[in-house]
Each structure stands twice: as C-alpha cells, then as structure tokens.
T-cell receptor
Framework: SAVISQKPSRDICQRGTSLTIQCQVD?????MFWYRQQPGQSLTLIAT?????????ESGFVIDKFPISRPNLTFSTLTVSNMSPEDSSIYLC?????????????FGPGTRLTVL | SQQGEEDPQALSIQEGENATMNCSYK?????LQWYRQNSGRGLVHLIL?????REKHSGRLRVTLDTSKKSSSLLITASRAADTASYFC???????????FGPGTRLSVLP
C-alpha cells in the first residue's frame, strides 16, 4: 500500500488566479494520476504523470490549464490556472503499485477547491 | 466516455439490512474494482475482481462479476451506519491503459 498526502486540503480562490496542489507519496511509484471530482459527480481523470516525461492529458484537459510537474518518484504538483467557478471541485491524486493498473489505486485525501 | 455505470444512484436502508449495488460496463476489461468514498474525501479501495473470477469475498463484502453481461454487483451484508458513503466501480481495460469510474451509488444506512 501507499500513503499519500495532499496540500492544501482545501482552498477558496478568486476567479482568474492559479492554485498549485501538491501530492506526496511515502514510497517511490512510477504511475501517478490526477483526478477531478465535480460536486456530486464521479471522478474524471485529468492526466497521468510519469517521472521523466511529460504528463499525458485526457480528452478535454490541456496542459495550459492544468500544468503538471513530476520531479521525482514520490512527488507531483497539479496547477489549476486562470480559475473560474467551474473549476470548483475536489482534486485527487492517486498512485498504483508495481503491476500498474492491474492492481488497485491508492488515493490521497483530496483538495477541495472553491472558486468565487 | 464513462465505462462503468452504477445503479441505483442512491440507496437508503436500515441498519442490519443488506445493500446491493450494481455496475455495468461496455468494453472488455482486465479487472473491475470497487471503491468507497466518505463525504467527499479520498477513495478507499474495497475489492478487486479479475475478469477470470466470478465472485470474491472480503469480510461483509461480496462482489460478483458476470463478463457475459458486462456487469458486477457489490453486496454489503448486515449494514452499519458507518457504511454510509458513496460507492464507485472502476474498470481497467485489457490493455491496462484506462481506468474509468462509474457515477457511483450514494448509500445511506439509517440507525
């Protein structure tokens, strides 16, 4: 298993500003994911962040809006840029252990973002 | 597009009763996983069932998988108020490149 922490746990931001969310894992992992969960909805994958390469974004998500860093095997950041109220969501990072997606994912506690 | 689809969307039962949630999906999968989420917090992995398995148990949880019908069910027996949460199924396709969550079932267990 993996223990994951996220910072901040919640934030209230003004329209047009940016917020960077940090994800820290207690062990080295290859695959790390960022999800968005809009109010009352399920999780939607934003991107896959692998160390040593650029993040791979899902349809509907672009690097300019959600830049991601993955400087090492235990840490990643997601920035929500030029925020609007529609970006109000919970943002979660997750990792998978050895064996990739054929095993379970471990999730961080999430960052609850409110954009005014 | 969404792969897993759960039903019901919301379920309310009395403590001690059993709760059954269903998940359907559209494409061939490597495995299907169930997760629980309490009050908008992070997800907790409950159980993973592989495409060559038909049933798995873990404590009060029982998961079935019918690949011919592309469906799975999660049964929670002898429910407790602490089981109140949202439950999501997630599917992993055979190529292991996609991990897709269903819309979830909100379970309320009343004391």
């Amino acid at each position: 298993s993996a223990v994951i922490s996220q910072k901040p746990s919640r934030d209230i931001c003004q329209r047009g500003t940016s917020l960077t969310i940090q994800c820290q894992v207690d062990s080295q992992v290859t695959m790390m994911f960022w999800y968005r969960q809009q109010p009352g909805q399920s999780l939607t994958l934003i991107a896959t962040a692998n160390q040593g390469s650029e993040a791979t974004y899902e349809s509907g998500f672009v690097i300019d809006k959600f830049p991601i860093s993955r400087p090492n095997l235990t840490f990643s950041t997601l920035t929500v840029s030029n925020m609007s109220p529609e970006d109000s969501s919970i943002y979660l990072c997750s990792v998978v252990g050895n064996g990739g997606l054929y095993n379970e994912q471990f999730f961080g506690p999430g960052t609850r973002l409110t954009v005014l | 597009s969404q792969q897993g689809e759960e039903d019901p969307q919301a379920l309310s039962i009395q403590e001690g009763e059993n709760a059954t949630m269903n998940c359907s999906y559209k494409t061939s999968i490597n495995n299907l996983q169930w997760y629980r989420q309490n009050s908008g917090r992070g997800l907790v992995h409950l159980i993973l069932i592989r495409s060559n398995e038909r049933e798995k148990h873990s404590g009060r949880l029982r998961v079935t998988l019918d690949t011919s019908k592309k469906s799975s069910s999660l049964l929670i027996t002898a429910s407790r108020a602490a089981d109140t949460a949202s439950y999501f199924c997630a599917t992993v396709r055979r190529n292991g490149q996609n991990f897709v969550f269903g819309p979830g079932t909100r379970l309320s267990v009343l004391p």
